[in-house]
């Protein structure tokens, strides 16, 4: 079975605290993505990477970052969080070449105060 | 308008009713066409997916895309308790290893025992 963990369930920070949220796949998958999920927004791509030290913006990337050392891990980092980053994050991988299944984590619920 | 337009919801049904789930979209060129099924607190997962256009069934679930309308659409008979979840439709272009995922909002449906 295709494993996707995430750091934490659940997480409080402060506004202006840097944020680092981790995720990581044991199924060797080349594709890694970050999203957030709000109530009537939907699920929204903020990065995502197809190789290891590779990046891309999704469609709402401003506020964060990503780094991809290894093939199996993928990082989201707030700079300086802000109240409006309180989220639900969600990771998710696929293999190359494969566009339909994405794996996803169970979530990081993040809480900005 | 956006990409990937999906009934808002939520949506109650006793146990036993058909569902029908939809989702309209405005990029002519996605070739496949996915439905997730999200239970609370946890990651979504794929439930079914179709290449094109056409119609494929798995049990009580039978997904239809029609590309001419740009209409896809999610069937469960016979629903049960157990499918009470967020359905979230989602589409990919037919590009190659990064090619992204398009969601709709999601819809939240109860299936009332």
């Known amino acids: 079975d295709v494993k996707v963990t995430q750091s934490s369930r659940y997480l409080v920070k402060r506004t202006g605290e840097k944020v680092f949220l981790e995720c990581v796949q044991d199924?060797?998958?080349?594709?890694m993505f970050w999203y957030r999920q709000d109530p009537g927004l939907g699920l929204r791509l903020i990065y995502f990477s197809y190789d290891v030290k590779m990046k891309e913006k999704g469609d709402i990337p401003e506020g964060y970052s990503v780094s991809r050392e290894k093939k199996e891990r993928f990082s989201l980092i707030l700079e300086s969080a802000s109240t409006n980053q309180t989220s639900m994050y969600l990771c998710?991988?696929?293999?190359?070449?494969?566009?339909?299944?994405?794996?996803f984590g169970p979530g990081t619920r993040l809480t900005v105060t | 308008q956006k990409e990937v337009e999906q009934d808002p919801g939520p949506l109650s049904v006793p146990e036993g009713a058909i569902v029908s789930l939809n989702c309209t979209y405005s990029?002519?060129?996605?070739?496949?066409f996915m439905w997730y099924r999200q239970y609370s607190r946890k990651g979504p997962e794929l439930l079914m997916y179709?290449?094109?256009?056409g119609n494929k069934e798995d049990g009580r679930f039978t997904a239809q895309v029609d590309k001419s309308s740009k209409y896809i659409s999610l069937f469960i008979r016979d629903s049960q308790p157990s499918d009470s979840a967020t359905y979230l439709c989602a589409m990919s272009l037919p590009t190659g290893a990064n090619s992204k995922l398009t969601f709709g909002k999601g819809i939240t449906l109860s299936v009332r025992p």
């Open positions: 998710a991988s696929t293999p190359g070449g494969q566009t339909y299944e994405q794996y």
């Open positions: 179709t290449y094109s256009s």
């Open positions: 199924m060797d998958h080349e594709n």
């Open positions: 990029n002519s060129a996605f070739q496949y």
